[in-house]
């Protein structure tokens, strides 16, 4: 089981920008994916992105053009930078990783609220 931590998350007024971040306590190259879910108040969690073990990301449509995932593979950490915020990006954003033996795992959760 891989440890991920997570931080980044805020209040940040509309338009603005925060920026998270995933560490993970294993070596990235034991990844073969990471990403982002988020869950709205009284919504159901969505996918937002996710990175590919090649470099290939994925954004769901909503936040293309406005946030971007990268990662430093000599830090097992990966970041998404979110811009031009909405209210409606307000969420829980919940970083995972699928491991190459096809394990998923888990981070705790950070909040982001977004203020019209």
């Known amino acids: 089981q891989v440890q991920l931590v997570e931080s980044g998350g805020g209040l940040v007024q509309a338009g603005g920008s925060l920026r998270l971040s995933c560490a993970a306590s294993?070596?990235?190259?034991?990844?073969?994916?990471m990403g982002w879910y988020r869950q709205p108040p009284g919504k159901q969690r969505e996918w937002v992105v996710r990175?590919?073990?090649?470099?290939?990301?994925y954004y769901i449509d909503s936040v293309k053009g406005r946030f971007t995932i990268s990662r430093d593979n000599a830090k097992n950490t990966v970041w998404l930078q979110m811009n031009s915020l909405k209210p409606e990006d307000t969420a829980v954003y919940y970083c995972?990783?699928?491991?190459?033996?096809?394990?998923?795992?888990w981070g705790q959760g950070t909040q982001v609220t977004v203020s019209s």
């Open positions: 294993l070596s990235i190259f034991n990844v073969n994916v």
């Open positions: 995972y990783v699928d491991l190459t033996n096809g394990a998923r795992s």
């Open positions: 990175i590919i073990r090649d470099g290939r990301t």
